[in-house]
């Protein structure tokens, strides 16, 4: 996707993220609140200069109203006070809500298969997609949207307010205002563009090669890399000094130019209208007025130059989150075709993306269990990722009722011990958490612990013994409703008598379950009542409980130790 096509696509889903009244209001407010201070500065001059000569003559003082220019006066203070506040909610909570509904948008399309394996490869880098690259999307309506919406209200006031005195002079402001102010902000975003996307690319590596040094310093010490690796950091914090020398020094140029222009136009405007004073043309009241909205008309263009600066970095956020932004509607489409009655999983001429690339054909039936042998690396878990839907196949078709998957790694949330176990089953009340605990055998554990159900667990799960961790990973896959299971070595890592128990129970809980086991350990191959025998990720030999073959392969299996 194109720069521009892929910004106006996010700009338009981000506009579709928060209510029109939020983020039309927000431009509206900061708008009237930008046209109330030119009309306040506007006023006070046209107040201050006709009550000045007003005063020269005692007839025309005793006549002179001063209380309706007054109250305009303290009107528009107090409106602005007013709008300047409703601006900052409104624009604020437009901008948060977009932000939130973002975030929660990249997370579904990063649970996707192929995402959630680019996130466990390079997990750094969509972090910083859903950090530093959505915050930097909020540059989009705050610092351009809404500056260049009221930059162009107070272009058109004070073009129309000196176009009713002259139309020349109106048209002069325009065509000035047009050049240097626009164009000003036009030339600063287009030369910042590629400075402030080198400081965002040295920026994230940065902070990768930051957090690896944090957390590997050891590993990196041990290899005798920590040297090099603090040199490497130190050039990417001098990428980033140089890219924020060459920003800041296009910041300065047009915050003088800007300067210079609104000089030159403010000169030749007050020569304007001092020629027309002069001349009789034009009262002095009038022309105060005209010098004082061309005073506060320039100052919206400043607050555009933010965001021009930053747009180079916006633009590549923008680039960056597009397909998972504008794509999420397609690619929430996708789904698991489900298999014929009575089975609950089948590969049609399937090709695992990982072995030999044969087509194979398999069919598991509601009910059976099966264990998947062989060495490691044979393709055992490419098979489950490919009953899962975690892979898709190079060939062929697979259809599997809807699975749960029990991993090699339990994977377990900073967070309490019920909303560990409410990712399977979010309704489940606390009689259903207790339920499944008792048959995982962790419900005596939670009961000792004093906050129970409500203990907090640190990162990984930590604060629970390799044996209690994986207990609540079966606690949690008794709460899902998926009637088929997916394990894959669920007992490595466990002494034999945790290993032994935790079978027991989870073949006590699997009547009427279909289990699909990924093993190359006896005691869980004694689960099956079918064996696969896997190579290359392809099923080289099949054998049922009762058959010669059946025996042979489990006692091929090594002897638990």
């Known amino acids: 996707m194109k720069p521009r096509s892929s910004l106006l696509a996010v700009s338009s889903t981000l506009a579709s993220m928060a209510p029109r009244r939020l983020w039309l209001g927000g431009a509206l407010l900061a708008l009237l609140t930008v046209l109330m201070g030119m009309a306040l500065l506007g006023l006070s001059g046209w107040f201050i200069t006709a009550t ?16 309706m220019p007054s109250a305009g006066i303290r009107l528009l203070a107090l409106g602005r006070t007013g709008t300047r506040y409703a601006e900052r909610l409104v624009t604020h909570e437009a901008t948060l809500a977009v932000l939130a509904a973002l975030r929660e948008r990249l997370l579904r399309s990063w649970a996707t298969p192929a995402a959630a394996r680019s996130l466990r490869l390079r997990p750094a880098r969509l972090l910083q997609r859903l950090t530093a690259d959505v915050d930097a999307l909020d540059s989009l309506y705050l610092r351009l949207f809404v500056p260049l919406v009221a930059a162009a209200g107070a272009t058109l006031m004070v073009v129309l307010a000196l176009g009713f005195m002259r139309w020349w002079l109106g048209l002069a402001l325009a065509a000035w205002l047009l050049v240097t102010g626009f164009g000003s902000a036009l030339w600063l975003a287009r030369a910042a563009r590629r400075p402030a996307v080198r400081r965002a690319l040295a920026l994230e590596s940065l902070r990768t090669r930051t957090a690896d040094l944090v957390a590997g ?30 920003l800041y020094g296009l910041e300065a140029r047009v915050s003088f130019i800007q300067g210079l222009c609104a000089a030159l136009a403010l000169a030749g405007v007050l020569l304007g209208v001092g020629w027309l004073a002069q001349s009789g043309l034009l009262g002095a009241p009038v022309a105060a007025l005209a010098v004082l909205l061309v005073l506060t008309a320039v100052e919206p263009f400043a607050a555009m130059r933010r965001g021009a600066l930053e747009s180079g970095r916006s633009g590549l956020a923008a680039r960056r989150l597009a397909s998972a932004v504008c794509g999420w509607d397609d690619a929430a489409q996708i789904l698991q075709a489900s298999p014929c009655a009575g089975v609950a999983v089948e590969l049609e001429q399937a090709v695992a993306p990982h072995g030999a690339g044969l087509p194979q054909r398999l069919r598991i039936h509601d009910g059976e269990r099966v264990a998947l042998l062989g060495a490691s690396g044979a393709g055992k878990t490419t098979l489950l990722s490919l009953m899962a839907g975690e892979l898709q196949p190079l060939g062929g078709a697979v259809r599997a009722q809807r699975c749960t998957w029990m991993t090699q790694r339990t994977e377990l949330f900073e967070d309490s011990l019920r909303d560990n176990l409410l990712l399977a089953s979010p309704g489940a009340d606390d009689a259903r958490l207790w339920a499944a605990l008792e048959v995982a055998g962790l419900a005596p554990d939670v009961r000792a612990m004093p906050q129970a159900l409500d203990t907090r667990l640190g990162e990984g799960g930590l604060g629970l013994s390799g044996g209690q961790a994986r207990r609540l990973a079966l606690a949690r896959l008794l709460l899902s409703p998926a009637r088929c299971w997916l394990l894959d070595e669920p007992t490595e890592g466990l002494d034999a008598q945790t290993a032994a128990d935790l079978l027991a129970r989870l073949e006590g809980a699997a009547q009427g379950h279909t289990v699909v086991v990924a093993t190359h350990k006896l005691r ?21 409980r009762g058959a010669p073959a059946f025996d042979e392969a489990l006692g091929r299996l090594r002897q638990d130790g």
């Open 52 to 67: 000045a000569l007003a005063g020269l003559m005692p007839a025309t003082a005793l006549v002179f109203d001063v209380f």
């Open 217 to 246: 310093q050891t590993e990196l010490v041990m290899a005798g890399t920590l040297a090099a690796h603090c040199e490497r950091i130190a050039a990417l914090d001098a990428r980033v000094a140089d890219a924020d020398r060459v």
């Open 524 to 544: 869980e191959a004694r689960l099956a009542d079918r064996l696969l025998w896997v190579s290359e990720g392809v099923v080289v030999a099949d054998a049922r």
